[in-house]
């Protein structure tokens, strides 16, 4: 176990994961994962949340070693999803006694994945509750469709601790040294960035907060500069591009396309557009592909015809693009077709199902190789994405 101190009464107990793949059988983490799980010890006890089944016996294990004799009092359930719930069965068997608590939605889900009884063994919390745990309060707000409906996060008033269920979580084990936002980025607008709305509005309750710690659910606990962080949750789930700079995204076949994506690149440096990204979709991670192009405030992208449409990776790019909410953008496009070049039709079709994204004109098309007499065309292109 990575071991994070939090304070003398609050206990770390959750599970590095080093040997998972793909976290929710979509995402790439190389560095692997944390499952978060903490302990209050006062005159009650409540653990919050338990973790993936992937870490069962050592959390538990865990938790058995910092109760060091004592039975918990409550569990406090922040999210259904099961990386953080399938061992609520497992805890609840080994404590009888422990009262689990959670809101309306939590227990209407509970029955969904567990045959557990619960009757007698509930706490139903709603906006502002609280419950004390002697010289500890917490204090309970609902954070619906951050990212699941029934997610609440809860505020331990003595420490002024934020416990915020997947809010400010990262892809990455804790012993992984690496910079937090990059991973923190791509954990958030792949998994949570659908939902800015509603991150919005968690925001506003916690700003009414006086916050020194932020214990999130995967990722580090946050203990200096908050700041920082809850500046780039307001930029992310305001949609708002954190550099100016062009994230050029191509799909290419047999690398035409590839070869006009890299002049027009050359072309925007040129033109003093200072950050260039270049991403070869068929060969990137889809996930850090889809937040750079969230990072930056424009995106050329650059796709070859294929069986009358896009070429697949391009077209799973802008679906998941689509589905996270991608607006407030200026963009480019480039097709290429060797008989009937159908690509930017397509891709705009895309686009103009986004809000607020500024299609720049003109459209550069290429028949199978870049041409010089093409060249004139993407220099305009590049004058009206470089703006």
């Not at 994962?33 to 959390?59: G, H, P």
Request: with cysteine; glycine share 6%; hydrophobic share 40%.
């Amino acid at each position: 176990m990575a071991e994070q101190y939090v304070s003398d009464a609050v206990k770390y107990v959750g599970v590095d994961d080093r040997k998972i793949d793909l976290f929710e059988s979509q995402y790439q983490v190389p560095n692997g994962v944390s499952y978060n799980s903490y302990l209050i010890l006062d005159q009650k006890i409540a653990i919050m949340d338990t973790v993936d089944r992937r870490a069962t016996e050592t959390w538990l294990a865990n938790v058995e070693r910092v109760l060091d004799g004592r039975e918990p009092d409550y569990l406090i359930i922040s999210h259904m999803e099961p990386d953080h719930a399938a061992n609520i069965q497992n805890i609840a068997q080994k404590y009888p006694a422990m009262q689990l608590v959670g809101n309306g939605k939590t227990f209407q889900m509970l029955s969904q994945f567990f045959s557990l009884p619960l009757e007698g063994r509930t706490i139903t919390v709603k906006e502002g509750d609280e419950l004390s745990l002697g010289e500890h309060t917490l204090v309970f707000y609902m954070a619906p469709m951050v990212h699941w409906p029934e997610v609440m996060v809860e505020y331990e008033k003595k420490e002024q601790i934020l416990f915020s269920a997947d809010g400010f979580g990262k892809f990455g084990a804790l012993d992984a040294e690496e910079d937090w936002a990059p991973e923190a980025r791509r954990y958030y607008i792949n998994i949570v960035g659908k939902y800015g709305a509603q991150v919005q509005a968690l925001l506003k309750k916690a700003s009414g907060l006086a916050i020194s710690k932020i214990c999130p659910l995967h990722g580090p606990i946050l203990t200096e500069n908050l700041g920082y962080y809850i500046e780039k949750y307001d930029i992310w789930s305001s949609y708002r591009p954190e550099e100016k700079g062009v994230l050029v995204a191509y799909a290419s076949i047999h690398g035409n396309t590839k070869e006009a994506a890299e002049k027009m690149a050359e072309l925007l440096k040129q033109a003093g557009v200072e950050k260039v990204k270049v991403t070869d979709l068929s060969r990137a991670d889809l996930a850090e592909a889809i937040a750079d192009a969230f990072y930056y405030d424009r995106m050329l992208l650059a796709c070859a015809t294929y069986d009358g449409g896009l070429f697949p990776v391009m077209e799973d790019f802008l679906l998941h693009l689509k589905s996270k909410n991608y607006q407030k953008r200026k963009v480019g496009l480039i097709e290429n077709g060797s008989w009937a070049p159908f690509a930017a039709k397509k891709m705009k079709e895309y686009l103009e199902q986004m809000k607020d994204i500024e299609l720049c004109n003109p459209i550069v098309t290429i028949k199978s190789v870049r041409k010089a007499d093409t060249l004139e065309t993407m220099k305009q292109l590049v004058s009206s994405l470089k703006d």
